[in-house]
């Protein structure tokens, strides 16, 4: 019996539709996520230098709280006036700050801080900080630092 063999193609070419879809959806994808990263960290914040800073490896179940110094009517900077306290882009009142984090804390139990503190700042406005992170029962607490 004689087997029939397969018909060589004469249509050569890849259809690379399927592959372009994929590409912009990896584009689209990529952009929302610079995006949300970008929101998250403001650049208005004067991080202070240090030499011995390590990297955070692990980026899951983390929370970003940048604090900022108000500015006064000409612009200058009092680092004795109660800074601004800014997560994921909105402010939020120091005496707001517990129940906030608590709240954050119930959504992800193992959540982590990072706190970018402007270089202005006198530690009279991080230490509330930190007592609304202990009172909200979160362990990890980690200051946000440049080496350049």
Known sequence: MRRKGIEPMHDEHVNVTPLI???MCL???FLCCSTLAKS???DQVQIPRAKLG???PEQRGR???NLLPRKGADGSVNPGDEPDVIIRGQAVALQDLTAYLRKEKQESPDLK???RADEAL???WISPVLISCVQ???TSVNFSTRDK
């Open 122 to 124: 006198t530690y009279q």
């Open 63 to 65: 929370l970003m709280i």
């Open 21 to 23: 879809d994929v590409i």
């Open 54 to 56: 390590q990297e955070m």
């Open 27 to 29: 584009i689209i994808f």
């Open 40 to 42: 998250e960290a403001n």
């Open 136 to 138: 909200a029962n979160i």
């Open 113 to 115: 801080i990072i706190l």
